[in-house]
């Protein structure tokens, strides 16, 4: 389906990035790359010079979005669809535009309190970075490098800004209750062929974090077995072992990054057609598994 935004990288502040490092190296699997010319350490998953960008910080959250404009026509359209909905970015300058290695930068600040960058040229490598321990590699193009997950006190507002402001189109959402009398939202949008790049959680409160997780997606089904094996072995939270969303089918399991948010590594998910005739409400998160994984007695 044609499209004119995917997802470019992430920018996550951490305070310990050296924690991170082998988090994402070592039991995600992502490619390390070069550090940006902000002297920030950068990550990969296909040929992009960057996807994840690590700043130093004591957040320990979401530090801003990359959205990459599939062309010139593209770029000056969201970012007049943002002007025109109330989000005017700023044009970024030389040394944004070279931190992030893109052609052209603009910037806004998203109503959950982090700027989203709207970016055209994000550069590119001949061939993808080598993923040793993700041997079939991820699923990336015309699609982006995955999905984000959002939790927000300002939902309404950041609907607004994913749909009037950013274009993106809802492909259903979930409405359930988790504990009694607590209930949770989650609006899932798309901007190409990827079920949803966004999706919005309705903060009942201020959370410590907006990032709730962040999906890289696997072309092989095994690489998430893996992948979770290697979260197993490292002895890392894992909130939702392996199971399969009802909404978009994906085969997944999460784990909790050092710095507290989640990584989802998933595989399997349908895409989107045009027209998109699933917009619907789910009752529940998954068809099954994902259920927290308890470590059981040694031996
Ligand atoms: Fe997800």
Not at 123 to 133: F, I, N, V
Not at 155 to 178: C, H, K, N, P, Y
Request: hydrophobic content about 45%; glycine content about 10%.
């Amino acid at each position: 389906m044609s499209h004119s935004i995917e997802l470019g990288y992430i920018r996550i502040e951490v305070a310990d990035p050296a924690a991170l490092w082998a988090f994402l190296t070592d039991v995600v699997g992502l490619a390390p790359g070069e550090p940006t010319s902000a002297g920030e350490p950068t990550w990969s998953d296909d040929e992009a010079a960057q996807r994840v960008v690590i700043a130093v910080g004591p957040r320990n959250d979401l530090a801003a979005l990359g959205f990459e404009a599939v062309g010139e026509a593209a770029f000056a359209s969201t970012v007049a669809r943002l002007a025109a909905a109330g989000f005017t970015p700023t044009d970024g300058d030389e040394a944004l535009r070279r931190a992030r290695r893109v052609e052209r930068v603009a910037t806004v600040d998203a109503p959950w309190g982090t700027p989203v960058e709207v970016v055209l040229g994000l550069e590119r490598r001949p061939e993808p970075a080598p993923t040793p321990l993700v041997p079939g590699g991820f699923l990336t193009a015309d699609q982006g490098f995955g999905h984000v997950v959002v939790a927000t006190t300002a939902f309404d507002e950041s609907v607004r800004f994913a749909t009037d402001g950013l274009g993106m189109v809802q492909s259903d959402w979930l409405l359930t209750e988790i504990a009694e009398g607590i209930e949770l939202e989650v609006r899932f949008f798309h901007c190409n062929a990827r079920h949803h790049t966004l999706a919005l959680a309705r903060a009942p409160f201020e959370l410590p974090q907006a990032l709730h997780h962040v999906m890289f997606e696997t072309n092989e089904r095994d690489d998430v077995g893996h992948a979770f094996d290697r979260a197993f072995a490292a002895g890392l939270p894992i909130p939702n072992g392996l199971g399969r969303h009802d909404n978009d089918r994906m085969f997944s399991f999460y784990v909790a990054s050092p710095a507290g948010f989640q990584v989802e590594v998933g595989h399997g998910a349908i895409q989107v057609a045009r027209p998109w005739t699933g917009d619907r409400r789910y009752e529940r998160i998954s068809a099954w598994g994902h259920q927290p994984v308890v470590p059981g007695p040694a031996g």
